[in-house]
């Protein structure tokens, strides 16, 4: 019979993981999250490619697809600029909400093609991350 004493529970903590992936990934990080975010969604900072242009970047951890799908939305519907959205995984995304963000202009990382672990808290841009073609 499984016990307390047998588990044993991870707590993310948030701000410093968003620091470390706004950093490896070359985001300006933004310290705090706007209030009208979908649950489980935080924004990582801003990416600024050249002068003039600013795309907000958040990371969003669906528990199942259809909160992916719901996230995008809720994060395409305050805004006609364009974003990134990062998720631990590609799996989740339904043939819908890509649609959705390709239509945006938006683009969509999944982190474990877009990092690769070195060590703890060590992290590398992979070439699709660089590309944004992940």
């Given at each position: 019979m499984l016990t307390r004493d047998d588990l044993?529970?991870?707590?993310?903590?948030?701000?410093?993981?968003?620091?470390?992936?706004?950093t490896v990934l070359g985001f300006k990080r933004r310290a705090t999250d706007p209030d009208e975010l979908p649950p489980l969604t935080r924004l990582v900072?801003?990416?600024?490619?050249?002068?003039?242009?600013?795309?907000?970047?958040?990371?969003?951890?669906?528990?199942?697809?259809?909160?992916?799908?719901?996230?995008?939305?809720m994060r395409v519907s305050t805004s006609d600029d364009a974003l990134i959205l990062l998720t631990p995984t590609r799996h989740r995304l339904?043939?819908?909400?890509?649609?959705?963000?390709?239509?945006?202009?938006?683009?969509?990382?999944?982190?474990?093609?877009?990092?690769?672990?070195?060590?703890?808290r060590q992290w590398q841009a992979t070439d699709a991350?660089?590309?944004?073609?992940?």
């Open positions: 044993i529970v991870y707590e993310l903590d948030w701000p410093l993981f968003l620091s470390d992936i706004a900072g801003d990416y600024r490619p050249t002068a003039g242009y600013s795309f907000p970047a958040y990371l969003t951890v669906p528990l199942e697809s259809r909160s992916l799908t719901s996230a995008v939305c339904r043939p819908d909400a890509r649609q959705i963000l390709e239509r945006k202009r938006c683009c969509f990382l999944p982190l474990e093609d877009s990092l690769a672990a070195l060590g703890p991350a660089r590309s944004g073609a992940a």
